[in-house]
């Protein structure tokens, strides 16, 4: 059972070495299993839900492997965002993930965003970081896919998918002065002196725990 009202809830495809770290199943279940709540490549989907005291948690479903089709709920990990300053956002609370299963991104207040990295190996939050957000009147946010993640999904790659893909780093890491970023994020808010909307993007380093602008 879940103590509080739900107020966001998303989906999270977890990656292979995640799956096998800590949803490691039967071999006489695996098949059925995997074809309820993974695809083709062993990546297990999950779910990440907020709660109306902003605690998180990371859940997913695994087969019983009684032969009967029992599903039991497996609870990865979960955290508080609370905080004691901070004015809580006019849109509503917010969690975002990463299409790669990287990080997970919460906003709830005003000015900033809490990101949680998602440990590929044993399956739990690491330790979180906090980046300023200079929109204030944001109307919403997401996560963008990739190049990288594009490729994966589609089971295919061609030289011209590739090569558009380096390029793009090599601008990104140009443009920045350093590495491509882990995530981008892009951000559509208001301005209210002009009452205009805008969009705008923001690159995530989980090892530096930092955010930079992004390409436009």
């Not at 009202?5 to 490691?24: H, I, N, W």
Request: aromatic share 6%; with cysteine; hydrophobic share 30%.
């Amino acid at each position: 059972p879940i103590f509080g009202r739900v107020v966001a809830l998303q989906k999270v495809r977890l990656p292979p070495r995640y799956d096998s770290a800590t949803l490691s199943s039967s071999s006489s279940s695996s098949s059925s299993s995997s074809s309820a709540t993974s695809d083709a490549r062993g990546r297990r989907d999950a779910v990440v839900f907020l709660t109306e005291r902003f605690k998180f948690c990371l859940v997913s479903w695994r087969e019983d492997g009684g032969g009967d089709g029992g599903c039991s709920l497996v609870t990865h990990d979960m955290g508080d965002a609370r905080m004691r300053i901070g004015r809580e956002t006019l849109c509503g609370p917010r969690v975002l993930v990463d299409p790669r299963g990287r990080m997970i991104a919460l906003h709830i207040y005003d000015g900033l965003l809490r990101v949680v990295p998602l440990s590929p190996i044993t399956g739990k939050f690491e330790p979180h970081f906090d980046v300023k957000l200079d929109e204030l009147e944001v109307i919403d946010l997401v996560f963008l896919h990739d190049d990288e993640h594009a490729d994966s999904t589609s089971g295919n790659s061609s030289s011209s998918s590739s090569s558009s893909s380096s390029s793009s780093s090599a601008s990104a890491s140009k443009n920045n002065g350093g590495s491509p970023p882990d995530a981008t994020l892009c951000v559509l808010y208001r301005d209210e002196r002009e009452d205009e909307r805008h969009l705008r993007t923001h690159g995530i380093d989980l090892k530096a725990r930092t955010m930079r602008d992004g390409q436009w």
